[in-house]
């Protein structure tokens, strides 16, 4: 079974549904000593399966696959009918019609049984923790199973339930919250005191997410008993992300970020626009139907350079990225941890002698 400690750079790739996770990005960063990741949201099987073996033709290394566990109950209808007619104006537009506001599985089961059949390294969920059923089918042909967890409550779950390490998300980080539930307050706590929550609850491996960007993050994060960093923001600007152009040159800049419902129907961190401003306080909690009513939308302005009408999520660390080859952020960023861990080491030194 995979152990995160045995990372020769202690750097996980977030899998970064919507475009920016490649095969090309996982092989980068599984070459360069990290975690490699595809993200199986929003595609099909096929399409995952493809991408499995992009990333085995290229390298010998572990990586991971990500699943969303589904969301059990249908949107409400009334709040739902009324977000859909405030979205006419913006479908006017871009001269496209909404999608269909559908509920969905996202090929759950047909996913799974392609992870039982790949027997991928790591499987990470999303939005739930799967049954202890799926945990041990996963166990059973070698697959380590990691869970996203937002608070302590959700850990102690994904522990009984028999995963093998938590990745433990705060508020900071980019993109959906990963956690159970949808609530208002599902914003939660930052990751520094969200790992010390987690880790006095549990005694699994800590993967951390949130805004780490550089080494001294890193390092951060290490101190506060996590074995990994799970970056993804930090490695949009990569070459080998699949980012869109218009959300690339935003990147970098000094744009606030904010948690939204607008583009998905699910809380998630992204670069303050226009269409996020207009709909955050109306836009319910109602995943996926709000993802696939918005989807022409979001597909239209990407292909126009609307920066102002698709979601740019980014953690709160955005200015931070860089545009360079994933292995050469890897790379930089696993030195610069150790550096601030000597320095740090260094001055406590000197300080008690």
């Not at 790591?122 to 996963?138: K, M």
């Not at 218009?246 to 583009?263: D, E, G, I, K, N």
Request: charged share 20%; proline share 5%; hydrophobic share 50%.
């Amino acid at each position: 079974m995979f152990d995160p400690a045995r990372l020769r750079e202690p750097i996980v790739q977030a899998p970064m549904a919507g475009g920016p996770s490649t095969p090309a990005l996982a092989i980068a960063v599984c070459e360069a000593g990290g975690l490699g990741f595809l993200a199986a949201g929003y595609k099909s099987p096929k399409a995952v399966r493809e991408e499995i073996t992009a990333v085995r033709s290229a390298t010998d290394q572990a990586f991971g696959v990500n699943l969303f566990v589904p969301t059990p109950v249908p949107a409400e209808p009334g709040s739902l009918s009324s977000y859909l007619r405030e979205l006419g104006a913006d479908a006017a537009r871009l001269g496209v019609e909404l999608g269909e506001a559908r509920h969905e599985d996202d090929a759950w089961q047909d996913k799974l049984e392609l992870l039982y059949e790949q027997r991928v390294a790591v499987a990470s969920f999303t939005f739930g923790c799967p049954g202890v059923e799926v945990i041990a089918r996963l166990h059973a042909v070698g697959t380590a199973v990691w869970i996203t967890v937002t608070d302590a409550a959700e850990a102690l779950v994904a522990q009984a339930a028999g995963a093998d390490a938590l990745v433990v998300q705060g508020s900071e980080a980019g993109g959906h919250r990963g956690g159970f539930s949808d609530d208002d307050d599902a914003g939660g706590s930052a990751v520094l005191a969200l790992l010390r929550l987690v880790r006095r609850a549990v005694k699994l491996p800590l993967i951390a997410a949130g805004a780490i960007a550089d080494g001294a993050a890193l390092a951060a994060v290490l101190c506060a008993g996590a074995t990994a960093g799970q970056v993804g923001t930090a490695l949009m600007l990569a070459s080998e992300a699949g980012t869109n152009e218009a959300q690339r040159a935003l990147l970098s800049q000094p744009v606030p970020t904010c948690l939204t419902r607008a583009f998905t129907g699910r809380l998630a961190r992204g670069l303050v626009n226009r269409f996020l401003l207009e709909h955050t306080a109306t836009a319910p909690s109602a995943y996926p139907e709000i993802h696939h009513a918005t989807s022409p939308i979001r597909a239209e302005a990407r292909r126009r350079g609307d920066a102002d009408a698709f979601n740019l999520w980014a953690g709160e660390a955005h200015e931070l990225a860089e545009a360079r080859a994933a292995a050469e952020i890897i790379l930089t960023m696993g030195a610069g941890a150790r550096q601030a861990l000597a320095e740090v080491s260094a001055r406590l030194s000197s300080a008690s002698a």
